[in-house]
């Protein structure tokens, strides 16, 4: 059975740094895309970054770029996100996910619980 | 900046058909948007429906299709239950490894 379970969310000032993490289980970690997506209270989802399955290709949405960074262990099966710099914009559920290879398309099938980042002074 | 829209709110009856879109503030979505739509309840990690723009996720059940009309991706529910009352999310990828999730659709059966 695929897991993903997120840890680190916490409550941290403005300007002040986090990093997140989830440990996969139940796949062979290293063969798939990995991504953080986040939601706010109350709010939509939104996609923030995306790790190749050897880590050699990472992508961001650019409100994050420069400030976060996505890695991953694939010795550990474990999916990072450094975030620095945070902003009470960045508060929200972080959800780590994994993207799956279906007929050509990607869609993300598999999603951990979420970790909760509160951004406050 | 590129816009997934989705109709922030809709209404079904019980039993009724419900579409819901995904379309693209930039243009028409097609197959290299790679669709797919999730639902997700209160406090709960979202879980996926419909991906590959049209094949149902192990376990969803066959009132739920997904295919692309026109300019956008569509999801529709037909003959709609009462724990159908959701918020539906689709993505589309959008170009140079980036994604885009739509804004959201909270449906209410009623």
């Known amino acids: 059975e695929v897991q993903l379970v997120e840890s680190g969310g916490v409550l941290v000032h403005p300007g002040g740094s986090l990093r997140l993490s989830c440990a996969a289980s139940g796949f062979t970690f290293s063969n798939y895309w990995m991504s953080w997506v986040r939601q706010a209270p109350g709010k939509g989802l939104e996609w923030v970054a995306n790790?190749?399955?050897?880590?050699?290709?990472?992508y961001y949405v650019d409100s994050v770029k420069g400030r976060f960074t996505i890695s991953r262990d694939n010795a550990k099966t474990s999916l990072d996100l450094q975030m620095n710099s945070l902003r009470a914009e960045d508060s929200a559920v972080y959800y780590c996910a994994r993207w799956d290879l279906y007929s050509g398309y990607y869609s993300l099938h598999n999603w951990g619980q979420g970790t909760l980042v509160t951004v406050s002074s | 900046q590129t816009v997934v829209t989705q109709e922030p709110s809709f209404s079904v009856s019980p039993g009724g058909t419900v579409t819901l879109t995904c379309g693209l503030n930039?243009?028409?979505?097609?197959?290299?948007?790679?669709p797919s739509w999730y639902q997700q309840t209160p406090g709960q990690a979202p879980r996926i429906l419909i991906h590959?723009?049209?094949f149902r996720s192990s376990g969803v059940p066959d009132r739920f299709s997904g295919s692309i009309v026109g300019n956008k991706a569509a999801l529709t529910i037909t003959g709609a239950q009462a724990d159908d009352e959701s918020d539906y999310y689709c993505?589309?990828?959008?170009?140079?490894?980036?994604?885009?999730f739509g804004g959201g659709t909270k449906l209410t059966v009623l």
């Open positions: 790790i190749k399955g050897d880590g050699s290709e990472k």
């Open positions: 993505v589309l990828y959008v170009g140079s490894g980036s994604w885009v």
């Open positions: 930039s243009g028409s979505v097609s197959t290299t948007n790679h």
């Open positions: 590959s723009i049209s």
